[in-house]
């Protein structure tokens, strides 16, 4: 499994011999612009602009659409590895830095100074991040995106790493089940029926972990659309039943 | 009976069958590896076949020698990456043959100062790995360079920036008519230097080949330019401000510092082995030639150029085919530093944009054997050559 920030595309999920099992974090490819250029805006932008990236990723393909769209000519730098990046448009060798927003966040803080640079406001694509499995072994598909949602969903009803074992006398069927102590789940995947309950109480659910990697350190503590449906984002996953 | 003297008295029969397993052995080895490799790729769902070179490829290049946009096939990015590899290359070689000759002989010269700095030089240039270097030019060293604001002017017509090294763009008007003239030229020194040389050997007669050619390399084409309407004007790069603090420069023709950097650390890395070898090869030349040189008066410049370079080639040429072939290959670091070369663009972009992993590295693979190839079939032409003909 790949469990990283890979954009789910058309290409991918057919070309490749690879099945996209969910969604985790939805993203959008930004800009990132140092404070003291005068750019407000990817309207801003002008002709002759330089932009940096990481080879072979939708970026580099957003980027070519997006500057075209504008009618902009602009110079492409796409570097292999994100350090280098960092060290080329921190050097001044690019005048912008684009990829998805939440590597924007992170990796200004490897920047030489973090509060020169900012973030420009617009969004220039979707970028649904989510774990991949090989294609061909539907259980283990089932297991892996089951596992996603189960951690969405124990958010949604209340159930986290430090209450899930005393919820199972809960009164609410649904979380009942979150926890094992209602239905045969599992067995449906050959697991046992406690799986889900070992998810929440050894990562969390999905809030939990978000808080811990994202918020905690920093990086994007506005969760944006990646909170729940309930409360005005767009995480909606089908019931575990 | 009739083995024994199938075995005996026919060699040549004798050597084919073991030849005859090898062969078999390597193409069951590879058909195995093909078959395996189909059944299992079958198995997970990937497609194999070289259609996609003609799909859009829909990433741009930053740098490139033909015309190229994110609208052409992923067959032209390959174009692209191959040239940007080839120039990479030639520029690396040029300079690295050029530095390491130099090099080489100020390690025999009798000035310790300059024995001793090319000493270091090799020494230092040699130990340090690659990819190290590269960092270094491109990090570090260019990273000193200015912004556009600020860059280094060479006259107002040429400015050194951290974003590229930006130069006049050449316009030229019947840029054919120029071409023609120049390869004439060198077709005609080639004529008149035959000449010269069967002049001296019959007579005696030295002709003064080198005025004789250079004026005919820098006479043809101002020919042209005089009487057959070639012309040439500049565009010259201007400063642009993009916003209030950020700058480029438009027209002109930028040389990415991706190159710079790349050409750099190669030359200096391959230039201390081609160094080394030089050394070896005047060192292997026998100590009698100097001395008879000496003796009929030819001074030290001319010893070296006219009695111990013609033989020390012969000890020079191969390794440093070698190094030539190890530079081109060294090349494919590129994509550490953004260099478009064909492992960046092809190998890496378009094989993650594509997944066809197998067909993308089976025809860079392919791509750098031929490369390497023509460059050893090349060298070893030139090395008959030079190769001192017993008369």
């Known amino acids: 499994m790949l469990a990283r920030n890979t954009t789910w595309t058309l290409s991918r999920d057919a070309d490749i011999g690879l099945t996209f099992v969910g969604v985790n974090f939805y993203d959008g490819q930004g800009f990132m612009v140092r404070k003291n250029s005068g750019i407000n805006s990817v309207n801003d932008f002008k002709n002759g602009i330089s932009a940096c990236t990481n080879t072979g990723t939708t970026t580099e393909l957003n980027m070519r659409d997006f500057f075209n769209s504008k009618n902009i000519s602009y110079e492409p730098i796409a570097f292999e590895k994100a350090d280098e990046v960092v060290q080329a448009y921190d050097a001044g060798r690019c005048d912008t830095y684009t990829t998805d927003k939440s590597g924007l966040a992170a990796q200004r803080t490897k920047m030489s100074n973090p509060d020169e640079h900012k973030v420009l406001p617009e969004t220039i694509s979707k970028e649904p991040l989510g774990p991949v499995v090989r294609q061909g072994d539907a259980v283990w598909e089932d297991i892996v995106r089951w596992s996603l949602n189960t951690m969405i969903e124990a958010e949604e009803y209340g159930v986290n790493s430090s209450n899930a074992s005393s919820l199972k006398d809960s009164e609410n069927p649904a979380i009942k089940r979150l926890v094992g102590s209602e239905g045969e789940l599992g067995a449906a995947f050959g697991l046992d029926n406690e799986w889900s309950l070992r998810i929440i109480e050894q990562v969390g659910n999905y809030g939990e972990s978000y808080k811990k990697h994202i918020a905690d350190t920093g990086i994007l503590p506005n969760r944006g659309p990646n909170q729940l449906w309930t409360k005005g984002g767009i995480l909606y996953v089908p019931p575990a039943r | 009976m009739i083995f024994k003297k199938f075995n005996i008295e026919n060699k040549k029969a004798r050597d084919l069958i073991p030849q005859a397993i090898t062969v078999l052995a390597l193409l069951s080895v590879i058909i195995y590896f093909a078959t395996n490799a189909q059944i299992n790729m079958g198995n997970r769902g990937i497609s194999f076949g070289f259609g996609f070179l003609n799909q859009e490829a829909s990433f741009d290049i930053t740098f490139s020698m033909i015309e190229y946009d994110g609208s052409h096939s992923y067959g032209r990015a390959f174009l692209v990456g191959l040239l940007n590899t080839i120039l990479v290359s030639v520029i690396g070689i040029f300079f690295a043959t050029i530095i390491g000759v130099v090099v080489g002989v100020s390690r025999l010269s009798d000035n310790y100062l300059i024995a001793k700095v090319a000493e270091w030089y090799v020494e230092i240039f040699r130990n340090i790995p690659l990819i190290l270097q590269i960092f270094f030019w491109y990090f570090a060293a260019l990273r000193a360079l200015p912004l556009p604001e600020n860059g280094i002017s060479f ?237």
């Open chain 2, 155 to 391: 006259y107002d017509i040429s400015f050194l920036t951290i974003k590229g090294w930006y130069v006049p763009k050449f316009i030229w008007t019947n840029f054919n008519i120029f071409l023609l003239s120049v390869i004439a030229a060198f077709i005609a020194i080639y004529f008149i230097n035959s000449y010269a040389t069967k002049q001296r050997e019959q007579f005696g007669k030295q002709l003064p080949t080198t005025t004789i050619s250079l004026a005919t390399l820098t006479l043809l084409p101002l020919i042209t330019f005089l009487f057959l309407g070639v012309s040439l004007t500049f565009e010259y790069p201007v400063l642009k401000q993009l916003s209030p603090t950020v700058f480029t420069y438009a027209g002109g023709v930028s040389i990415i510092p991706e190159l710079i950097a790349l050409a750099l650390a190669l030359s200096m890395y391959t230039a201390t082995f081609i160094a080394e070898n030089v050394r070896a090869g005047i060192l292997g030349v026998g100590k009698g030639q100097k001395e008879a040189a000496a003796s009929i008066g030819l001074n030290k410049n001319q010893i070296l150029k006219l009695v111990v370079m013609p033989q020390a080639l012969r000890i020079i040429i191969p390794p440093t085919t070698n190094q030539y072939l190890n530079l081109t290959k060294n090349s494919s670091l590129a994509a550490a530093i953004a260099y478009p070369d064909i492992v960046l663009v092809f190998a890496g972009t378009a094989l993650m944009q594509t997944g066809r992993a197998i067909e993308i590295i089976s025809i860079t693979m392919l791509t750098y054997l031929t490369l390497s190839i023509s460059i050893s079939i090349f060298m070893n032409w030139y090395n008959k050559k030079m190769a001192i003909k017993e008369k």
